[in-house]
């Protein structure tokens, strides 16, 4: 397990879910020495109604989380991931041990935690389950940036309920893939700048834009998923938006 970890809201089908996974693992992921995917599927005991765990249910959850990773070592396999929806949380490990020996391991953690826990258990040479089931999404990834902003400013002490100026960055290698950025995104904002920034790595066609909203990530994410989007589809790179801190 690596020291960079990334979380985020999002959904799965018609559920909401959060997802944790190892993100500094990526790198290495092709030569882990573990032959399977295995997740641990943990039914809560008492879900609210997102499906999602609340309440002393969190520190029964760390209970069965920490069981399983000291019981699968080192060199017996890795925590990669947590998805929690839909009254369901599921710890992700690639292993080497055997289908059997983590049923053992899923039969002694729900008998000492009281949780109804089920294995699936199957090879995952491409460690498909990491790309596909955990690794965020380019929206997915912008959640996570908007996440880190909102979370750097509660920690100055914004309570995040007032209204400001919110500016955002966007940039691109040459002027017609920047004006057309412009064209499908000029009805959101009430102010657009346009720059040469030469030493702009996205890109020196550089363009800011302008709104007064709310900046915490549920206000910002519509935005912000828009911009992306359109930067993407136009050759450029949206490089997230900026605000000043409000303390009350």
Not at 25 to 40: G, M, N, T, W, Y
Request: proline fraction near 5%.
């Amino acid at each position: 397990m690596s020291d960079h970890w990334e979380q985020f809201p999002c959904t799965i089908g018609d559920h909401s879910a959060f997802i944790a996974y190892d993100h500094g693992v990526r790198a290495d992921l092709e030569s882990l020495p573990f032959e399977f995917f295995a997740r641990f599927n943990v039914a809560l005991l008492d879900p609210d109604d997102r499906g999602l765990p609340h309440g002393n249910e969190f520190s029964y959850l760390n209970e069965v989380e920490d069981f399983l990773s000291a019981q699968l070592q080192p060199s017996d396999g890795l925590q990669v991931g947590r998805v929690t929806t839909n009254g369901h949380r599921y710890f992700c490990f690639y292993t080497s041990l055997s289908s059997s020996a983590c049923a053992a391991l899923t039969k002694s953690a729900g008998s000492l935690h009281g949780h109804r826990i089920e294995l699936f258990h199957e090879p995952d040479p491409q460690r498909s389950h990491y790309w596909n089931d955990l690794f965020p999404t380019d929206d997915d990834w912008q959640v996570i940036l908007d996440l880190r902003v909102q979370n750097a400013l509660v920690k100055e002490g914004d309570s995040l309920q007032t209204p400001r100026p919110i500016e955002h960055w966007a940039y691109f290698k040459t002027e017609p893939q920047r004006a057309a950025f412009i064209a499908s995104v000029k009805d959101v904002f009430e102010g657009i700048d346009l720059y040469l920034t030469p030493e702009a790595k996205g890109g020196q066609f550089t363009a800011k834009l302008n709104h007064v909203g709310l900046p915490d990530y549920r206000s910002m994410n519509r935005t912000t998923l828009q911009l992306s989007r359109a930067a993407r589809e136009n050759g450029g790179e949206y490089d997230g938006w900026e605000t000043q801190v409000c303390k009350q």
